[in-house]
């Protein structure tokens, strides 16, 4: 992409409200975003699904053969433990485990499914990746209450699997957007039933909308697993502006992303989608994605963290012994991390783009 095309995508997404101004604070007569959809009424109503179509709620089995080729298997989830424990590519006593959760009008066979699994079975993880897309297709509002049953079946799965030898201290689960709450009800289920936590919980923008007032036992929390850790991307839209984690990290400020498609802002859906790339790139690329401490989720909004010095990483090297709130610079570009250079405010892409459009003196149309 040429340095014009990257100079027109960053300041068409400016054009949205995104650039930081150090002059610029809100005030209290502005108001402040409640997001989308801060309530649904019957979120708590009872939702099911029938005998006829349990067997449409699935895992994927995602691994890597010998040869290097991405290998899948997709079962109906309740009658998966009995396959899993037959199968002699599976290695649930000595290998770690990672359950990854798709997220709404979401499957295991699109490619961002795929990216993340094949990561992890790249890092000699056994790898499950949830089926859900004939249930959370549901219209929104249905599909938020469906999550709450199908996150106890993945409880119910998750208990099984440390029956098959599993121990806690190696499994780990990662949900996007829907799927991080469907994790959070699992996680629950799996303490209420063993007494013990899963290890890590990871939420790639968990869904804001219907969630927003609800409590802690009611989503994705911190207590949900030993370690919990968030990465917001479109706080305000289809994800939630709310810490959840022992760390959260609001990537370039978590309202919006920088889009790297000419003449298209990065708006809800490619920056709710971001976080899904965010970490599989950080899998890809360890000690890549460096956040900036911060003091509040306001300075993360506004890119006001840089004088702080403490940083941590996004992904399997995070370091939950400094936990808080981040900020997350990124690229405007595939593979979006900037490393060390993120670390410097001259660098924070919306404001340094839009300090080299207005370099000079004069301009004329």
Known sequence: MSQMFRLVVVAACLLIGQARAATYGPRADYGYPA????????THKNASISARHMN???IAIHRISSSGQVVRRTLPLENAPKVIARDK????KNKKTVVYAVGFMDSSAFPFSQAIGTSYAKRGYNVFVSETLAFLTYIYPKSVRLVRFIGKKMGEFLVRLTELGVDP???ELVGTSLGAHELGYAAKHFFKTTGKKVSRLTGLDPAGPCFRSLGPEDKLWKTDAELVDVIHTNIDGFGIAEALGHIDIYANGGEFQP???PYIPCLVICSHVRSMIYWWQALEHPKKFIAVKCNSIQEARFAQCFNNTETNYVGVEAQFDKPGIYYLATNNEFPYYMGKEGLK???EIYTSVVRRINDDDGFVA
């Open 89 to 92: 590519n599976i290695d649930l």
């Open 169 to 171: 201290a190696n499994l």
């Open 259 to 261: 889009s790297d498609i």
């Open 35 to 42: 997001g989308l959809i801060p309530d649904c009424p019957g």
């Open 56 to 58: 449409n709620l699935q």
């Open 345 to 347: 405010e001259e660098n």
